[in-house]
């Protein structure tokens, strides 16, 4: 079955940090860029990070620059976000996409166009609380 499933939701106390998985089965995520999104509930989903299929290029939205970080591993066929200094504003379903296309996802990540994008996972629950 061809899917992205992420983990490593959970609840964390603000400061804290938490590392979310997005694990590709059913196909090889070495070609693909991956991005990470997020949404709550009344909200539009937002990009929040994205790399490119070598790890070479990514992108984060200034509200986590410096606190999060793409990063990928294409021998476990997963690409990861760190997530340190949490504010109780990053709780969210996070949610990982994947396509062929780096410059599509970006455009998807940054809010500056819509695109279709081939793969989405089912998303993981992070909440922010003390």
């Known amino acids: 079955q061809v899917q992205l499933v992420e983990s490593g939701g959970g609840l964390v106390q603000p400061g804290g940090s938490l590392r979310l998985s997005c694990a590709a089965s059913?196909?090889?995520?070495?070609?693909?860029?991956v991005g990470w999104f997020r949404q709550v509930p009344g909200k539009e989903r937002e990009g929040v990070s994205c790399?490119?299929?070598?790890?070479?290029?990514?992108y984060s939205k200034d509200s986590v620059k410096g606190r999060f970080t793409i990063s990928r591993d294409n021998t476990k066929n997963t690409v990861y976000l760190e997530m340190n200094s949490l504010k109780p504003e990053d709780s969210a379903l996070y949610f990982c996409?994947?396509?062929?296309?780096?410059?599509?996802?970006?455009?998807?990540?940054?809010?500056?166009?819509?695109?279709?994008?081939?793969?989405w996972g089912q998303g993981t629950q992070v909440t922010v609380s003390s």
């Open positions: 059913g196909f090889t995520l070495d070609s693909y860029a």
């Open positions: 996409a994947a396509d062929k296309s780096y410059a599509d996802l970006w455009e998807v990540v940054s809010g500056s166009r819509l695109h279709e994008l081939h793969y």
């Open positions: 790399i490119n299929w070598s790890g070479n290029s990514r």
